[in-house]
């Protein structure tokens, strides 16, 4: 056995550490059936050598017999009550082992940063916990306790073979030590295709979560690649056939040869009894002869159940190694040992980055490759860093707009805040904490996001909508779905706020999906809230609905926006350009206008330019460029290029649509 393989055996038995009790049990039952086994083996030589063929009398003794026949029909009755409640035992302590395995790893997993998750196919986490943890089941629920109670058989018939004859003893061990050298080859092949087959059971579950997930089968079907799906799908399947195949037979002749030895090895006894009867040496009974054989049996099975469990053991090692290598990945982000938890009520919510510098490291997956030989923090200005240098404050309440060319790391900014990435030097605080010493759980109280994907549960409405805040009554819930502008929309669905959304809410259009996510976030009430603008185009009247929205969402928190809407730019407190990993420029829209730098440039090339007219929440009409408005009033509708006439209310001037990333 080698050191893994004995370092995985401990850590198997740890698994049943909480089940000692009825462990316990469980081996006093096998300990009991297996006496009572080999005590009914003995007493068949008394049935014969005294009672059914006394020695030096000429009839049987009946009075002896009667009692013996009693005992050896008792035995087989309590023998299977015991074995019932055994099994009812082993079944409970097997299952239980499972669950926990399952717990434990779907628990893990849920700890497991981001990062992994970009890194690690989806299908392969799933293969892991259904057909890994499946595959150990049977070895967990049955080999266990078919392992005890074959060792104790062995030994307790090996004791009454011993008692009956040795040289017999001896002649049926003699080939033991060949099956087991042999089960131990067969078994390490075993567990290499094992291990092959689960890889490509992995493989077919993401090949089926990829290509079968909405997103998925849109894009085949748009860019007409069926085919090479499910040529990719058959390649995999076809593996998977001549894997399981390989799988069954590895060990087949060897076990059949084993078969064979134990069928015909009574007839070898026979025969050498006759040999050392015809010696002369004549201390073989009739009685021990048919005593002998039965042990034999006894004997031999349980060594082959063995050797197929020594077999099976080892296949399932590779499933325990596949188990024990994502329970061993330690979580990146975790709560610090003294972490502050704060009251959501008493937060401010001031967010500030203090030197923030940030690269995307290995995740716990591959946390042993070696870091980025060109991400030196002496030499920052050298490759591998998403940010670079990032200091800046946003005030309690203010909106804070990140603009920049795509990929200049605004996304990597509004991850850090939540802690979905920790920053590699620098740091992150809200109200002056540092938010690695924040709990995760306050952290997550304080910050709400809002993702370009809104990401909806096959749950009810209204359970999506509560997913922030569980207890939240129907009234608020209501309220919220008001201030997001998407009750009508809600009242008119068959069964209300108790419709189904369907898988990831593809019942509903984008603007409604981003409406739906939006009640969701003004339900949780957080202090901070990180929204990405969608940049998809919705229709003008989805667009100004989804602005409005917004514009409720946004109103007393503190707002760090990825702006692409020109109107969330304009209201903004603050405006921090981000161009390669670093702020560029800063200021709020006149400044960076008249600055003439980067802003100005990408406001020229995706706006126009030309004349904008707003119109504000509180009725304030916006001019080019001069933004006269009371701090913290929210511009709900832009738009591009239109010179307002008394004709065209605000209300039918149609808000920008233009993507800026
Ligand atoms: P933006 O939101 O401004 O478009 P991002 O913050 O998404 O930009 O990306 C900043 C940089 O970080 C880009 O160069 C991008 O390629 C890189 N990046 C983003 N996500 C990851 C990731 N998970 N792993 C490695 N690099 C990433």
Redesign the pocket.
């Known amino acids: 056995m080698t050191t893994e393989t004995s370092r995985l055996g401990r850590r198997i038995m740890t698994l049943f550490r909480p089940y000692r009790g009825q462990l316990a049990l469980i081996m006093a039952i096998i300990l009991v059936t297996s006496g009572l086994s080999v005590i009914s083996a003995l007493l068949i030589r008394t049935v014969f050598d005294s009672a059914l063929f006394p020695y030096g009398e000429s009839g049987p003794n009946l009075e002896l017999l009667y009692w013996l026949v009693g005992v050896l029909v008792a035995i087989p009755i309590v023998s299977g009550v015991l074995n019932v409640t055994q099994t009812y035992l082993t079944n409970i302590v097997g299952n239980r082992v499972m669950q926990d395995l399952r717990d434990a790893l779907f628990t893990h997993l849920q700890r497991l940063s981001l ?1 992994f998750f ?2 690690t196919r989806t299908g392969e986490v799933q293969s892991r916990l259904a057909n890994d943890v499946g595959g150990v089941q049977e070895t967990i629920t049955t080999t266990a306790a078919s392992v005890i109670s074959n060792v104790v058989v062995v030994c307790s018939t090996l004791v009454a073979m011993l008692i009956l004859s040795i040289p017999l003893t001896v002649l049926s061990l003699l080939l033991v030590p060949v099956f087991v050298v042999l089960a131990n080859r067969v078994g390490s092949r075993r567990r290499s295709a094992r291990r092959e087959t689960q890889i490509s059971l992995a493989e077919m579950s993401a090949i089926t979560q990829e290509s079968l997930s909405v997103s998925g089968i849109l894009l085949a079907k748009v860019f007409g690649r069926q085919q090479r799906e499910i040529d990719r799908y058959r390649t995999e399947n076809s593996r998977q056939v001549d894997l399981q195949v390989r799988q069954a037979m590895v060990g087949r002749s060897f076990f059949a040869l084993t078969q064979a030895f134990f069928g015909i090895s009574p007839a070898l006894l026979y025969l050498v009894a006759g040999l050392e009867l015809q010696g002369g040496s004549g201390e073989i009974s009739a009685g021990t002869l048919v005593a002998f054989t039965t042990l034999q049996t006894r004997l031999l099975m349980p060594i082959n159940q063995l050797l197929q469990v020594s077999v099976d053991v080892q296949s399932s090692l590779a499933l325990f190694g596949r188990i024990f290598e994502y329970l061993n990945l330690r979580p990146q982000i975790v709560d610090a040992p003294d972490a502050i938890v704060l009251d959501p009520a008493q937060v401010h919510g001031e967010v500030a980055l203090r030197d923030v510098y940030f690269r ?1 490291g290995p995740s716990e997956r591959d946390s042993t490759a070696p870091e980025p030989e060109d991400g030196d923090e002496a030499n920052p200005d050298r490759g591998g860093w ?1 940010l670079r240098g990032i200091s800046l404050t946003i005030e309690p309440g203010q909106l804070a707009a ?1 603009v ?10 509004s ?1 850090l805040i939540p802690r979905l990435y920790d920053v590699t030097s620098g740091a992150v605080c809200i109200d002056g904490y540092d938010v690695r010493k924040l709990s995760m759980a306050s952290l997550a109280s304080i910050c709400g996001v809002v993702t370009q994907e809104s990401y909806l549960f096959h749950a009810s409405v209204r359970e999506n909508l509560r997913y922030g805040r569980p207890e939240a009554s129907y009234a608020e819930v209501e309220a919220a779905a008001r201030a997001a502008y998407i009750h009508d929309r809600i009242s008119v669905l068959a069964h209300g706020y108790d419709t189904v959304v369907g898988e990831r809410g593809y019942r509903f259009s984008g603007g409604e999906r981003q409406r739906l996510a939006i009640a969701r976030v003004i339900l949780k009430d957080p202090r901070v809230l990180l929204l990405d603008e969608a940049t998809s185009a919705l229709d003008t009247e989805s667009e100004r609905i989804v602005q409005r929205a917004l514009d409720s969402l946004m109103r007393g928190r503190t707002s760090l926006v ?1 702006a692409h809407r020109l109107s969330t730019i304009r209201a903004a407190d603050v405006i921090f350009v ?1 161009d390669g ?1 670093r702020i560029v420029e800063r200021g709020d829209h006149d400044e960076l206008l008249a600055q003439g730098g980067l802003y100005a440039r990408l406001y020229e090339e995706q706006f126009g330019g030309g004349e904008i007219e707003a119109h504000c929440a509180d009725g304030v009409v916006l001019r080019s460029g001069r933004v006269a408005r009371p701090s913290h009033s929210r511009v709900t509708e832009v738009a591009p290029g239109i010179m307002p006439t008394p004709e065209l209310s605000p209300e039918r001037i149609p808000p920008d649509a233009v993507g800026a ?1």
């Open positions: 990062a970009t890194s995307y998403a990140l920049g060319p795509s990929g200049a790391g605004k996304t990597t900014i991850y990825i981000i990993g990333s």
